[in-house]
């Protein structure tokens, strides 16, 4: 038997508003000095951090973002990294500060070219080294008397910057969860970044993750309520708010609906005295199945059953999608016959016999002009919502008739 086997079954990219400013960038003033620049070969020996790791202590990456889904944007704990402490052996011409100023510098030139990857390694390179003086500062490690607290300031507004600018290139390259994680860092050092919380709140977006995109652009506007990349933010948390809520509505009534439909045909079955079957493995039948027709909801309408007619002398099959209780067997056979590979012409209306399997497993002859409802209401039952009917040319009925209670009763004995 040919059942057909069918299987049930965006975020688009986001395009970035501009900031507050009108820039797509962090623009903090960078001390930086070209004969001070670290050289391509030292930038190239620079680590590779993986996001939200650099400005962790003592959890993983795992541990931050179960911390992340309860409260986004307050993580108070930093992380020893080994790549860390290897860039501390590193030697650099210049102060972190004017380092990692470049490294910045150099992002938002990849950034302005929409080299969103050769930007995020920059940036990525001046966190590393940012970041290591952040952590000595926390570790409560001895500070160097050169610097002042405003290098020190300084320092810190420059690493929010490289956050908050990697932030927007994991934005552009669909790296979502990575985007979050570095406004939650940036967010820790300075809570009052409204850039970082506009990025948290369009990569929350862009998973579904609605709640925390409301809280985290709530938060934004808290700090800027004119602020009019939030503001279009806020309108489309709103409007894929009200997306999913009337998705949710509609799938709850189509359950229901689905619920009181199943229970009519039951109801129905019942008072037709129609027996049925499940088994471990029902077929697949795409939309198939019993329903009340033509009206699913009127409980005056007909059952109509799906069928399945087996020609077992030649190990063929059809199959009916809708088999109406007032129809016969001559109603659907009239249409089938002749059948495609029926070369001696033995299937025809009037030259075959037709057979149901009863409750106790034997045979009942069914007739080609009594109605379905007469047939199942008698000792037959319904397996798997697919009434099935064997059809057989009479030359070769009495004997096919024999052969399956021979094999119904080897199995009776083998059991």
Not at 353 to 363: D, P
Request: proline share 5%.
């Amino acid at each position: 038997m040919n059942v057909e086997e069918i299987s049930d079954e965006v975020a688009d990219r986001l395009n970035i508003s501009q900031g507050e400013d009108g820039k797509s960038l962090s623009q903090e003033p960078a001390q930086s000095s070209s004969q001070n620049a670290p050289s391509p070969a030292s930038a190239a020996m620079l680590p590779e951090l993986s996001p939200g790791r650099a400005m962790t202590e003592k959890k993983t990456v795992d541990e931050v973002v179960a911390e992340l889904k309860k409260t986004p944007f307050f993580m108070t704990e930093l992380e020893e990294n080994d790549d860390t402490e290897a860039l501390k052996a590193l030697a650099y011409e210049g102060t972190p500060l004017e380092v990692g100023s470049e490294f910045k510098d150099r992002g938002n030139e990849c950034f302005r070219a929409k080299r969103w990857a050769d930007a995020k390694e920059f940036y990525t390179k001046g966190i590393l080294v940012l970041a290591a003086e952040e952590r000595k500062r926390v570790k409560g490690e001895r500070p160097d008397p050169t610097i002042t607290e405003d290098e020190v300031e300084a320092q810190r507004s420059a690493l929010v910057a490289l956050y908050v600018n990697r932030a927007a290139c994991h934005l552009e390259l669909r790296n979502y969860r990575s985007c979050w994680l570095d406004c939650a860092a940036a967010l820790r050092l300075d809570d009052t970044n409204v850039k970082a919380y506009y990025r948290s709140a369009r990569a929350f977006l862009a998973v579904g993750r609605i709640a925390e995109a409301d809280d985290a652009c709530a938060r934004g506007l808290a700090l800027d309520e004119a602020n009019k990349p939030l503001r279009g933010v806020a309108q489309d948390i709103v409007k894929r708010h009200e997306e999913v809520t009337a998705k949710q509505r509609a799938e709850s009534e189509r359950v229901a609906r689905e619920k009181r439909r199943q229970t009519l045909v039951k109801v129905s079955l019942k008072a037709r005295n129609i027996r049925t079957r499940t088994t471990a493995q029902p077929p697949e039948m795409e939309d198939a199945g019993m329903k009340l027709v033509p009206d699913p909801d009127d409980p005056r309408s007909s059952l109509s059953f799906p069928a399945v007619l087996l020609y077992p002398a030649h190990l063929q099959s059809d199959f009916v999608k809708a088999f109406a209780e007032m129809e016969t067997l001559a109603d659907h056979l009239a249409y089938v016959f002749p059948l495609p590979w029926d070369a001696a012409r033995e299937y025809t209306l009037g030259g075959v016999e037709c057979y149901m399997e009863t409750l106790t497993g034997g045979l009942v002859k069914v007739g080609k002009k009594v109605p379905l409802l007469k047939v199942l209401s008698g000792n037959v039952e319904v397996v798997d919502e697919v009434v099935r009917i064997f059809v057989l040319p009479k030359a070769k009925a009495a004997a096919w008739v024999e052969e399956f209670k021979m094999k119904k009763a080897a199995e009776k004995g083998a059991g």
